[in-house]
């Protein structure tokens, strides 16, 4: 069964981008980059390389749509083709993928409280 290995990502909105990151940066030593967000990154016997996401959008961003919550999700998967197979199967809202990119493969789905989630699969090695 495809599965989430892990927590790929948080993005959340900002009245103020760059002043909230600037405040995670002097306070809880977020090392904030120019493109608005930080890279965590972390290890286990599974993906002993992984990498998190952490990134702050402007409050009139449309990337959480349909979704009307401040935040999305994006969740590291083993296997998206069969997750999002699965998950249409079962009737759940995809609303789609999978999406090729230069990082690995996305989808989305909406939870059953209309939350955006986004699945990705990295590349090998990621």
């Not at 992984?50 to 083993?78: H, I, K, Q």
């Not at 998950?87 to 609303?95: A, D, H, I, P, T």
């Not at 939350?115 to 990295?122: D, I, Q």
Request: a negative charge; charged letters at 20%; proline letters at 7%.
């Amino acid at each position: 069964m495809a599965r989430i290995t892990g927590i790929g990502g948080i993005f959340f909105k900002a009245q103020d981008p760059k002043a909230l990151g600037q405040w995670y940066a002097q306070h809880l030593g977020l090392d904030v980059q120019p493109w608005g967000g930080a890279t965590l990154r972390w290890g286990t016997a599974e993906q002993p390389t992984g990498t998190t996401a952490w990134n702050l959008v402007g409050a009139d961003t449309a990337c959480f749509e349909p979704s009307a919550a401040p935040f999305m999700v994006n969740y590291r998967v083993d296997d998206l083709a069969s997750l999002l197979e699965s998950l249409r199967s079962s009737g759940c809202n995809v609303l789609g993928g999978p999406e090729e990119s230069e990082y690995g493969k996305f989808g989305w789905v909406l939870d059953p409280e209309g939350n955006k989630v986004e699945l990705w699969e990295p590349l090998p090695g990621s």
